[in-house]
C-alpha cells in the first residue's frame, strides 16, 4: 500500500537500493548538497536467439519490459505462445523463447528512431495492426480522472524522490492499478504492456496514465494494447491526436488540477464530476510541458 487509500497491484519500489544512487554536487550558493539520481543500465532483449535491442533502463521488471517491448513493437504475434522468459543479472540480458517464428528479421531491418527518450524506437511499420482496429465504447467520468490524478501524484515513487524519470499507470475507473517508471516514458508503458501479458489482464475496460508527452508512438502502443483511454498530465503532439482521431482512442493531457484538455474520443466523457471538490492547482499550470 503506498498511502492510506490506494493499493497497488505493482508500486514504484523507492527502497531499492539498485534504482537510485547518491552523488554530491554544489547548489547555486556553492552549498555541498547530496541528492539522489536514478540509475541508467543497458538491457538487451533477445528474441528466439536473435538479439533485438539494447535498452537503457533503470533495470527494474526487465521482463515486463522485454515482453511488452516485443508486442507492442508486433515482435510476437498473437498466435505466439511465450514459452521463457529468462533474465540474466550479471550479462544484463533477458531471453524471450516462444513456439513460433515471427517475422522481425524484417522489421529490424526498418527500424525507425522517434521523438521519445531512452529506446524511443520503433519500426517503419509502425502503423501495422491500426487498420480496422475498434477501441471499446466505454465511458470515462471526469471523477475518474480527478481520482487518479489526486492518488497517483500521491504516491511514493522515484520521481519525487530523484526526478529525471517517467511514470505509467494501468488503472480502471478510478483506481490505479499497475505503476511502471524509467528513464523513458517508452519503457514504462512497455512495461505495463508485459505485465498485462504475463497475467493475461485486457485493456477493455483500462484507463493508461502517464506523465510524459501524448506523441504518436504513446498513442499506437496505447491503442495496440486494447485500451481505449490515454491520459497525462503534459501535452500532446498533433500526429499523436491525428492518430488518436483515427483509432477512436479517448486523447486527455494537461490534467492538472481541475482543468484538462480532450482533443480526441470526447464522446466517451461524462461530466460527472463537483469542481467545487476539486483542488485547482493554477501555479502548476505554468510547468506545464
Same mark, same amino acid.
Given at each position: 500500500?503506498?498511502?492510506?487509500?490506494?493499493?497497488?497491484?505493482?508500486?514504484?519500489?523507492?527502497?531499492?537500493?539498485?534504482?537510485?544512487?547518491?552523488?554530491?554536487?554544489?547548489?547555486?550558493?556553492?552549498?555541498?548538497?547530496?541528492?539522489?539520481?536514478?540509475?541508467?543500465?543497458? /538491457?538487451?532483449?533477445?528474441?528466439?536467439?536473435?538479439?533485438?535491442?539494447?535498452?537503457?533502463?533503470?533495470?527494474? $521488471?526487465?521482463?515486463?519490459?522485454?515482453?511488452?517491448?516485443?508486442?507492442?513493437?508486433?515482435? =510476437?504475434?498473437?498466435?505466439?505462445?511465450?514459452?521463457?522468459?529468462?533474465?540474466?543479472?550479471?550479462?544484463?540480458?533477458?531471453?524471450?523463447?516462444?513456439?513460433?517464428?515471427?517475422?522481425?528479421?524484417?522489421?529490424?531491418?526498418?527500424?525507425?528512431?522517434?521523438?521519445?527518450?531512452? *529506446?524511443?524506437?520503433?519500426?517503419?511499420?509502425?502503423?501495422?495492426?491500426?487498420?480496422?482496429?475498434?477501441?471499446?465504447?466505454?465511458?470515462?467520468?471526469?471523477?475518474?480522472? $480527478?481520482?487518479?490524478?489526486?492518488?497517483?501524484?500521491?504516491?511514493?515513487?522515484? $520521481?519525487?524522490?530523484?526526478?529525471?524519470?517517467?511514470?505509467?499507470?494501468?488503472?480502471?475507473?478510478?483506481?490505479? =492499478?499497475? $505503476?511502471?517508471?524509467?528513464?523513458?516514458?517508452?519503457?514504462?508503458?512497455?512495461? *505495463?504492456?508485459?505485465?498485462?501479458?504475463?497475467?493475461?489482464?485486457?485493456?477493455?475496460?483500462?484507463? /493508461?496514465?502517464?506523465?510524459?508527452?501524448?506523441?504518436?508512438?504513446?498513442?499506437?502502443?496505447?491503442?495496440?494494447?486494447?485500451?481505449?483511454?490515454?491520459?497525462?498530465?503534459?501535452?500532446?503532439?498533433?500526429?499523436?491526436?491525428?492518430?488518436?482521431?483515427?483509432?477512436?482512442?479517448? =486523447?486527455?493531457?494537461?490534467?492538472?488540477?481541475?482543468?484538462?484538455?480532450?482533443?480526441?474520443?470526447?464522446?466517451?466523457?461524462?461530466?460527472?464530476?463537483?469542481?467545487?471538490?476539486?483542488?485547482?492547482?493554477?501555479?502548476?499550470?505554468?510547468?506545464?510541458?
Amino acid at each position: 500500500m503506498t498511502n492510506s487509500d490506494t493499493q497497488y497491484i505493482v508500486a514504484p519500489n523507492v527502497e531499492n537500493p539498485r534504482l537510485t544512487r547518491r552523488v554530491i554536487g554544489r547548489d547555486q550558493h556553492g552549498v555541498e548538497q547530496e541528492i539522489s539520481v536514478v540509475e541508467e543500465r543497458p /538491457l538487451t532483449i533477445f528474441l528466439n536467439g536473435t538479439e533485438i535491442v539494447t535498452a537503457m533502463t533503470i533495470g527494474d $521488471y526487465p521482463e515486463y519490459l522485454a515482453l511488452g517491448f516485443l508486442r507492442n513493437q508486433r515482435m =510476437l504475434a498473437d498466435e505466439e505462445t511465450v514459452q521463457s522468459v529468462d533474465f540474466d543479472a550479471e550479462l544484463e540480458t533477458v531471453v524471450v523463447r516462444t513456439d513460433g517464428r515471427a517475422n522481425f528479421e524484417e522489421k529490424l531491418r526498418k527500424k525507425t528512431r522517434t521523438s521519445g527518450c531512452a *529506446v524511443g524506437t520503433v519500426f517503419g511499420d509502425m502503423m501495422e495492426g491500426l487498420d480496422g482496429l475498434q477501441l471499446p465504447a466505454v465511458t470515462l467520468r471526469t471523477s475518474w480522472l $480527478y481520482a487518479l490524478s489526486r492518488d497517483i501524484n500521491l504516491t511514493p515513487s522515484l $520521481y519525487l524522490n530523484a526526478g529525471a524519470i517517467h511514470g505509467t499507470v494501468l488503472c480502471q475507473q478510478d483506481k490505479p =492499478l499497475v $505503476y511502471m517508471e524509467d528513464v523513458g516514458r517508452h519503457n514504462a508503458v512497455d512495461k *505495463v504492456a508485459g505485465w498485462m501479458l504475463s497475467n493475461n489482464v485486457t485493456g477493455d475496460d483500462k484507463i /493508461l496514465y502517464t506523465t510524459g508527452r501524448l506523441t504518436s508512438e504513446m498513442v499506437i502502443k496505447t491503442a495496440l494494447m486494447g485500451i481505449p483511454v490515454l491520459v497525462s498530465r503534459s501535452g500532446f503532439t498533433a500526429w499523436g491526436v491525428e492518430i488518436a482521431n483515427q483509432v477512436g482512442l479517448t =486523447l486527455i493531457g494537461r490534467l492538472r488540477g481541475q482543468r484538462f484538455v480532450c482533443l480526441s474520443g470526447d464522446t466517451r466523457v461524462e461530466y460527472d464530476a463537483d469542481l467545487s471538490t476539486v483542488r485547482d492547482d493554477v501555479a502548476k499550470q505554468k510547468g506545464r510541458k
